[in-house]
């Protein structure tokens, strides 16, 4: 994984990118599109990308104008 997070380039294939959906990433610095200060526990938040697919990403505005529900993850045994 970190070596996908080091290339900011893959992040242009995760799903409305185009709208400013940007995962989170504890070394990498927030886009300049972020919504809170970057120290806010709520500056990150899980976003659901694709059915049953969430990602921890920055609280841009898009993000945040576009709220979800809490991810629905079976335990595993």
């Known amino acids: 994984v ?7 380039t893959e992040f ?3 799903p409305g990118h185009q709208y400013g959906v940007v995962p989170w990433w504890p070394t990498m610095r927030p886009p300049p599109e972020l919504t809170v200060d970057p ?9 659901q990308i694709a059915p049953m697919h969430w990602v921890a990403c920055w609280r841009t ?5 576009h709220p979800q529900r809490p991810p629905d993850v079976p335990a595993q045994p």
Not at 39 to 45: G, K, L, N, P, V
Not at 61 to 65: G, H, I, L, N
């Open 2 to 8: 970190d070596e996908l997070m080091t290339d900011q």
């Open 12 to 14: 242009t294939r995760l």
């Open 39 to 47: 120290a806010d526990r709520r500056a990150s938040c899980l976003h």
């Open 61 to 65: 505005a898009y993000v945040a104008d």
